[in-house]
Each structure stands twice: as structure tokens, then as C-alpha cells.
């Protein structure tokens, strides 16, 4: 099997001799720590098996990677406020539904009879917002530099199309931001770091060079068994030698720079603005918003949000705390308790990228 094969990535036979080969590397180390930023890495991890391969040498700490989990309460307590509004509908991606804020979520919303709409895509908000043209519709923004273009692409069809009942209301977030985020609030006690495939993919993998300041090694890397053992093995490599920096080990996917066009679109369209990230509060240019040339298409600018109150939502969740690494969901007093994926309390119970929700899925099968 040739190497440029995607198949070669998911070869058990080397995956397993792999294994055995870091299981040996590793024997030196008491317990290296290493966070992942990124929820499909955080599942997949745990999915090959690899979270309870190569302890107690080293331990997988999921950090604040999965879009649905970060949105905060304020964000979705916004899109209650926009609910509330007369003839104003809500387009969403699936995951967003069930999050709870002060017990009640969007689907609970629907089944009291609130416009509440799925999107599969950016762009189904246009045939919902067309096919129901006597309502108004808000599209949430929701995700990383991964999902910010197919929201470009949205707005860019809004204009052609001149579909006056659409605009979008965005929780994007930088994930550039969070990595000096965890810095300064000193949670980002690791010995390495595996930064997000995907996110790479679009912004290229020079846009984490700030991570320099912080002098832990880092490595790019994807989302097969031997993309992610392959990311181990350098990282292990430049602990050993002291190397700090970036390495990206998903060249087939990654270059230095980016994809060009989709950064030339969400350039176009948005800025980056101080953001409320569940867990961690505002973060300087911790988000994206859409730019003042195209404000008319921004939900923010288009309601009146002058009576917009936001209260702490003081419940039984510690998402904020898996968030940031602080505990694992284990730890947290209603994991599987009360929190189940059928009664979550929190998003990271919801989300397919939860952390919660992959220790609940996958722990039970290789714990
Ligand atoms: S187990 Fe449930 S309540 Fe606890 S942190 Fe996870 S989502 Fe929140």
C-alpha cells in the first residue's frame, strides 16, 4: 500500500507496531501532557484507542475545541432575546438544538411552537429564507476559520440573490486567540500541543507562529490512527531534543500559508472582535464578527438589541471546566448522573465534537 494511499492512514498492522514502537519511546516519561484543540481529535483519540494507550506515561487533555461547546450563554442567551421578536426565525446546525441555557434549548423552543429551522449547510438558510419569505430569518454563525467561509459564501449569496429576510448572527471564533488566552490565565500547563488539522487546512499552519512565545512544542496534525501517531512521534521527538516551535505532520492537507481564496473571503466579509468564549469569558480578538461594510446583513445591527440583558446562568454544569482542561467530565458531579446525551446539561454533552460526550460514547468501549 502506498503511502499517498488515505488508506495507508488507517493501516491496523502499522498502526499497531506504532503503538508498540511509542509505547517503548515514552517509557521514560512519568506523565507528559498533551492537549489537543480540536473536538473531531479529541473523539478520534479516543475512538483508536489511543487515550488509554500510552498511560500512565502520557495523558490527552482535550481542550476548548468544539464550536458548539465555546458558544457561550450570553451568545445563546442572545438568540433567545432574537426569538422573542415578532416574526423572526432561527436557522441552525443540528448540534445547536439541544443546548440547554437556564434549562430550556432551541428545541424546546420549537416544540412551544418558536420558528426554529436546520441547516445542514450555510447555504440551506437561502432555500428556508426564500421557501418562508414572510418571515425573517437569523442564520447562527457558528464554528472556527473552518465553517467562517461557507458563512462568507452565505452572505455573498444573500447579496446576489438581494433575499431581503436573511441575516446572520455570528459566534465564530478565532482559534488562534485561545492559545494565548489559556496562556495568561496560566492553564496552559502542557508539554505539547496538537493544533487543529482542519482549522490549519484554512488559515495555514504559520497563523499559530504566536505559540513561539510560549515555547511548547507543536504539531500539526490530521485525523487518521497514523496522522495522529505520527503527530506523537515528533512531538516526542522535539521534547526529547528541547525543539520548540510548530511541525506540520499533515502536509497532505496543510501548507505554510493557507487556502488563499477562502481567507480572501472571510477577510472580505468579517473582522476579528473581542468575543464571550464559554469557559474563559471575553477574549481579545477572540471572535469574528461581519465588517461594517456588510452590517445590513448582520443580525446585531439589524434588531434592536437595546434591551438585551444578560444574567449568569448558574447551573450544574462544569463545561467552562472541561473546557479549559481543568477537570475531565468524570469529574464533574452529574456526568451521567443527571447528564446523559438524552438529558444533557451542558453542550459539551451535545456536541458530536463534546468532550463530555466522547468520554460518555467511547470510555465505555476502550476505558
Ligand atoms: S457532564 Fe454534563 S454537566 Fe458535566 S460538564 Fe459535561 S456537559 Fe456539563
Known amino acids: 500500500m502506498e503511502i499517498s494511499s488515505p488508506q495507508f492512514?488507517?493501516?491496523?498492522?502499522?498502526?499497531?507496531?506504532?503503538?508498540?514502537?511509542?509505547k517503548e519511546r515514552l517509557k521514560k516519561f512519568s506523565n507528559l501532557k498533551i492537549m489537543e484543540f480540536c473536538g473531531t481529535h479529541t473523539h478520534n483519540i479516543f475512538q483508536?484507542?489511543?487515550?488509554?494507550?500510552?498511560?500512565?506515561?502520557?495523558?490527552?487533555?482535550?481542550?476548548?475545541?468544539?464550536?458548539?461547546?465555546?458558544?457561550?450563554?450570553?451568545?445563546?442567551?442572545?438568540?433567545?432575546?432574537?426569538l422573542e421578536k415578532e416574526n423572526v426565525g432561527i436557522i441552525t446546525y443540528?448540534?445547536?438544538?439541544?443546548?440547554?441555557?437556564?434549562?430550556?434549548?432551541l428545541l424546546d423552543f420549537r416544540s412551544d411552537g418558536y420558528s426554529i429551522e436546520i441547516a445542514y449547510s450555510a447555504l440551506d438558510a437561502i432555500n428556508i429564507a426564500e421557501k418562508n419569505s414572510q418571515k425573517e430569518w437569523v442564520f447562527l454563525g457558528i464554528g472556527f476559520e473552518t465553517t467562517i467561509p461557507a458563512t462568507a459564501a452565505?452572505?455573498?449569496?444573500?447579496?446576489?440573490?438581494k433575499i431581503k429576510n436573511l441575516s446572520v448572527l455570528s459566534f465564530h471564533k478565532n482559534t488562534r486567540s485561545i492559545i494565548s488566552a489559556l496562556s495568561s490565565i496560566g492553564e496552559l500547563k502542557v508539554d505539547g500541543i496538537f493544533l487543529p488539522g482542519h482549522v490549519s487546512a484554512v488559515v495555514g499552519w504559520q497563523y499559530f507562529e504566536d505559540i513561539n512565545?510560549?515555547?511548547?512544542?507543536?504539531?500539526?496534525?490530521?485525523?487518521?490512527?497514523?496522522?495522529?501517531?505520527?503527530?506523537?512521534?515528533e512531538l516526542i521527538n522535539m521534547i526529547e531534543?528541547?525543539?520548540v516551535g510548530i511541525k506540520c505532520c499533515y502536509k497532505r492537507a496543510v501548507n505554510e500559508k493557507g487556502n488563499t481564496k477562502m481567507l480572501i473571503s472571510i477577510g472580505?466579509?468579517?473582522?476579528?472582535?473581542d468575543c464571550n468564549w464559554r469557559?474563559?469569558?471575553?477574549?481579545?480578538?477572540?471572535?469574528?464578527?461581519?465588517?461594517?461594510?456588510?452590517?445590513?446583513?448582520?443580525?446585531?445591527k439589524r434588531y434592536d438589541f437595546t434591551d438585551f440583558r444578560f444574567d449568569i446562568n448558574k447551573n450544574e454544569c462544569s463545561c467552562g471546566e472541561v473546557l479549559l482542561g481543568k477537570i475531565e467530565p468524570t469529574d464533574c458531579p452529574s456526568y451521567e448522573i443527571i447528564c446523559t446525551p438524552d438529558t444533557p446539561i451542558g453542550p459539551c454533552m451535545v456536541s458530536h465534537e463534546g468532550t463530555c460526550l466522547a468520554y460518555y460514547k467511547w470510555s465505555r468501549i476502550n476505558g
Request: glycine share 10%.
Open 94 to 105: 443540528g448540534d445547536m438544538l439541544k443546548v440547554p441555557y437556564k434549562g430550556k434549548s
Open 213 to 233: 512565545n510560549f515555547r511548547i512544542p507543536s504539531v500539526v496534525v490530521g485525523f487518521d490512527p497514523l496522522d495522529i501517531l505520527y503527530g506523537l512521534y
Open 268 to 273: 472580505h466579509y468579517f473582522d476579528n472582535v
Open 154 to 161: 452565505l452572505i455573498e449569496m444573500i447579496i446576489k440573490r
Open 241 to 243: 531534543s528541547g525543539e
Open 48 to 82: 483508536y484507542g489511543f487515550r488509554y494507550a500510552f498511560k500512565p506515561n502520557l495523558s490527552f487533555i482535550a481542550g476548548p475545541g468544539c464550536p458548539v461547546c465555546v458558544t457561550s450563554d450570553y451568545e445563546l442567551a442572545e438568540v433567545f432575546y432574537l
Open 279 to 300: 469557559g474563559l469569558g471575553v477574549i481579545k480578538n477572540g471572535g469574528f464578527d461581519i465588517n461594517t461594510e456588510f452590517e445590513q446583513f448582520n443580525a446585531r
Open 9 to 22: 492512514y488507517k493501516n491496523k498492522d502499522v498502526t499497531k507496531a506504532f503503538v508498540n514502537y511509542l
